[in-house]
């Protein structure tokens, strides 16, 4: 059993009560359950109990417990964020069959659950701030850092998300040129130019690069990507600059799906 949150929230903090809360296990598939997968999603079978958070016994559910569990649960007509242990999800619930509440009174109810394909890790964001300055004998206009891709789907490609900023601080000057290069993969560096108070947005993944200023951005050289394991990123301007990189790590479903 699995305490989890969904759409941000956590199935420990029940409205009804502050003594029970619901959890989340795998349960046997019936006979007569056809329960498919395709290319990009594989359907699970759970079922969702309601215990004390004391004794760790199972009780009853409440009518305002069903309804609040058919409002937070299957209500929903897209993936949304399904959280469990240190694992993200896009997942979608279904009742099991039309007398998926037949098991109310002894504390359960059962679903299936729709997940895409990869776990996910959660959203790991790393910052840097490049001057024109020389500090310590060290040019501050050159600074590296190291991202952990811990990816473990075959032929994935990992593209981070950047948002760079040349909106100066007081004092100085602020960048209009940007390289950012992948150490650890050859020739994959990509050179962008930057207007006055401008802050830009790079997704490699979907390939498009937003402006505040609404203006079409060149970029030369390729989307920064990440190959498993240990990524040295490179980062040089030419004056102010603030840069964020985000990524999220991605996994094989049946190595991360535990619900024991």
């Not at 598939?29 to 329960?35: K, P, W």
């Not at 395709?38 to 109990?49: E, N, Q």
């Not at 790393?126 to 050159?142: A, G, P, V, Y």
């Not at 390729?222 to 498993?228: D, G, H, R, S």
Request: hydrophobic share 30%; with cysteine; charged share 30%.
């Amino acid at each position: 059993m699995r305490d989890f949150k969904y759409k941000g929230f956590s199935s420990k903090e029940l409205y009804s009560t502050v003594r029970d809360k619901f959890v989340m296990e795998e349960r046997k598939v019936n006979g007569d359950e056809n329960l498919t997968s395709g290319k990009t999603y594989i359907y699970k079978p759970v079922r969702i109990k309601k215990i004390n958070k004391l004794t760790n016994e199972v009780v009853p559910f409440k009518k305002m417990d069903l309804d609040y569990l058919n409002r937070w649960l299957l209500n929903n007509k897209d993936y949304e964020i399904l959280e469990i242990d240190k694992y993200l999800y896009k997942a979608i619930f279904f009742p099991y069959g039309d007398d998926y509440t037949k098991g109310a009174k002894d504390g359960y109810v059962d679903l299936k659950v729709r997940l895409y394909k990869n776990a996910f890790s959660s959203i790991m964001v790393c910052e840097r701030t490049l001057t024109d300055r020389i500090i310590e004998n060290t040019n501050d206009n050159e600074k590296y850092l190291c991202i952990d891709n811990r990816s473990n789907v075959e032929g994935l490609i990992i593209y981070p998300n950047f948002v760079i900023s040349n909106i100066p601080r007081k004092g100085f000057r602020e960048s209009r040129k940007i390289i950012i290069e992948n150490t650890s993969i050859t020739n994959n560096i990509i050179t962008l130019s930057l207007e006055d108070n401008e802050k830009i947005y790079i997704n490699g993944k979907n390939d498009y690069i937003e402006s505040n200023k609404n203006r079409l951005v060149n970029k030369i050289g390729e989307y920064i990507k990440l190959q498993n394991g240990i990524n040295t990123i490179k980062i040089k301007s030419d004056g102010y600059c603030r840069i964020s990189i985000s990524h999220q790590s991605e996994f094989n479903i049946e190595g991360a799906w535990d619900l024991g």
